[in-house]
C-alpha cells in the first residue's frame, strides 16, 4: 500500500474528538455546499454555439445519436445522459446546466477519495479544496457540454491508475479492471482522452522498465488487463472515430503557438496568477516525496507524485503536439488534464505542510477573483428581439453554420433554415463533413438566390451574420471561409430590389462580447 504521510501533533486529538466516519462526510457536505454558492450564478445564462449543439444533438431518439455523431465529431455518451436528462426535465439552461453542475459537484468526493488512495488523507482534503472552487471546473460546472463530466471520469481514471500500477505491491486484481473501464467511459464522453490515456501507457512503461525483474510478468498482465478492456471496449467507436477525423476534425481551430501551451494553458488550468502560487507552495512538497527514498529507489507516494505530473504535463503536451499536424485546440478540451495538475498540486501542497496550507488559503482567495465571462453568445436576445416579426415559412440564413442549433432553439416553431450551402434539414447538428471543401464551393448566385427566388411576397428572410470584432479568431480555415462568404451573401441580399429591410437587431453602437451575431430582417415586397 502507499506510505502516507506524517501527520502533525494535533492531528490525533481532532480524531479523538470526531471520527472520520463524522468528519468526513460533514466536511465534504460542507465543501458540496460552498461550493454550490460559486457555482450557481450562471445557471440561466443563455446558450451559445456548443450548447445549442448539445442540446440539438440531444433532443432526438436516443439510438439516433451515435449515428449523427458522425457529422460533428464527438463520441456519444454525454449526449446520451443530456438526452436522458431532458426527458426528465427540459431544455431550459437552468436545467441543463444544472446536469454540469452536479458532475462538477460531485468532482469533489471524488477528488478527496481518489487523492486519498495514494497520497493520504491530508492530501485528500487540500484536494477536495482545490477542486471545490477552481475556477476552470466552476466555468464549465455551469455550461451545457461534456467538459464538467470529463473532469469528473478524469479524476477517476487517474486515480485508478495511481493506485492500479504505482503501488509497492501487486494490487487487487480489481484495480486494473476499474481503471479499463474508467479511462473506457472517458474515451466515450471526449476524445481528448485518448492524450490521456496516451501518456498514462508511457507512465506504465517506464514503471514496467524500473519495476524488478521478478515482478515485470504480473506487471505486465496488468497492464494488459486495464489497457486491454479500455481497447475491447473503445474498439466498437474506432470506425466512427476514424470517419471523424478524415471528414470532420476541427476546420475552426488553428495550429497553436508556444504561448497557448505555456502561459493560456497555464492560467485556464491553475489560473492568471494562482498557478505561480501553487508552484512554489506544492513545488517543493513534491520534491520531498520524490526524494522520500532510500538511494535511487522511490517510495510508493514518489513514483505516484512523479506518474501523476507526467500524466498531466503529457496529456497536454501531446495534444499541443497532434495539433500541430491536425489541428484541434481549444482551451476548453484541457478539461481532462485539469485532474492530474489539481491531485499533483494536492499532494505537493500535502507534503510542505505549513507553507501548503498557507499557499492553499490563498489560491482559494485568487480564485475567487479569477472570473470568466457570464454572457456567452448574444444569440438568445437576438432571438428574442426579432421572433415576434417573423411567422411560420420565413427563413433564417445563417451565414456561421454552426449557429443553426441555437437560432433554432431560440427562435418560433415553423422557420426554415438555411447556410451558405443551402437549407437544413436537420437543425440539431451541424454537419462538419468535408466542410472547409463545402464553403469553398458556395456562392451567394449559387446557393442564396434559389432561397430568396421561393419566398413569397410578405414573406421574410432573416440574414444572420457574426459581428467580428477581432480578426485573431477568423483566420482559421473554417471560419475565414465565414467571414468571407457572410459578407458576400449579406451584400448580396441587401442589393436585391425585391427585399426590403425591417429591422437590424442588435442597434448600433455595439459593445464587444463573445460569440455575437447579428439579425438583418428582409421583407419580401414583390
Known sequence: MAT??????????????APAWVVVPVGLALLVWWSLGLRNEELSVGYWVDEGLSVGIADRPLTDIPGVLRQDGSPPLYYGLLHIWISLTNSGERATHTLSLIFALAAIPLAFWGAGLVFGRRAAWFAAVLTACNP??????QETRMYSLVVLLSFLATALFLRAYTVDERPARRWPVLFGLALAVALYTHNWALFLGASMFVVWLALLVLAPAAERRA???????????????YLPWVPTLLFQAAHTGAPWSRKPDYEQITMEATHRLLGHTAWLVLVVAAGGGVAALVQAGRGRELTAQGRAVLAVGVIAVGTVLLAW????FSPAWAMRYLAIAVPPFLLLVAAGLANARGIGILGLIIVVFLWGYDVWPTTKSNVRPVAHAIGPSLSPGDVVVSTQPEQVPVLHHYLPPGLRYATLTGYVKDVGVTDWRDGVERLRASSPEHDLKPIMDALRPGQRLVMVTPIIFSMDRWNAPWTKLVRLRSAE???????????APTSVYPPFPRKEGPNPVEATVLLKTR
Do not use: H, M, N
Open 219 to 233: 506487471r505486465v498482465i496488468d497492464g494488459a488487463l486495464g489497457f486491454g478492456i479500455t481497447a475491447l471496449l
Open 136 to 141: 476552470y471546473i466552476s466555468q464549465y460546472g
Open 489 to 499: 451573401f449579406k451584400q448580396y441580399a441587401s442589393s436585391d430590389p425585391r427585399f
Open 4 to 17: 502516507y504521510v506524517s501527520r502533525p501533533a494535533w492531528a490525533p486529538r481532532i480524531r479523538a474528538l
Open 321 to 324: 503536439e497532434a495539433s500541430q
